[in-house]
């Protein structure tokens, strides 16, 4: 594991309404820039964990409140559908048998369909992959 020591935080901000991440910008020892830094408690190295606890107490300052923007919720709710979406175009090949291509088209579809949710982009319900 990387090893970092932090020099300076700048611009922290809740990215969601739970609070259970913060976006901030950064400047580490280690590196010449400052870089944009996401910050939570499942950061997988401890110095994102221990940032995020220092960011929640209030050690660097106050982090500004989130702020829906519904361009950016929309950005973000496209970005993962593209994923899901690509992460199946295997079963859509045309060496898959039908019986498998069947059981994805309709997933497929309701991904796609997302954007049409009457509630989208404040709130989305997500189609259940087939098993």
């Not at 107490?57 to 106050?62: E, F, L, M, S, W």
């Not at 919720?73 to 069947?102: F, G, M, N």
Request: proline fraction near 11%; hydrophobic fraction near 40%; glycine fraction near 4%.
């Amino acid at each position: 594991m990387a090893t970092f020591t932090l020099e300076f935080v700048t611009d922290p901000v809740y990215h969601n309404a739970e609070e259970t991440h913060i976006e901030c910008r950064v400047k580490w020892k280690e590196i010449p820039e400052v870089l944009p830094f996401g910050a939570n408690a499942w950061d997988p190295e401890p110095h994102g964990q221990k940032l995020y606890a220092e960011l929640k107490a209030g050690v660097h300052g106050p982090v500004a409140p989130f702020v829906f923007d519904p361009v950016r919720a929309a950005a973000e709710i496209r970005s993962l559908r593209d994923y899901l979406i690509a992460q199946t175009d295997w079963t859509q090949a045309p060496d898959v048998p039908a019986v498998i291509k069947e059981k994805w088209v309709a997933y497929r579809q309701a991904l796609r369909d997302i954007t049409q949710q009457p509630t989208f982009p404040t709130t989305v319900t997500w189609p259940t992959a087939p098993v």
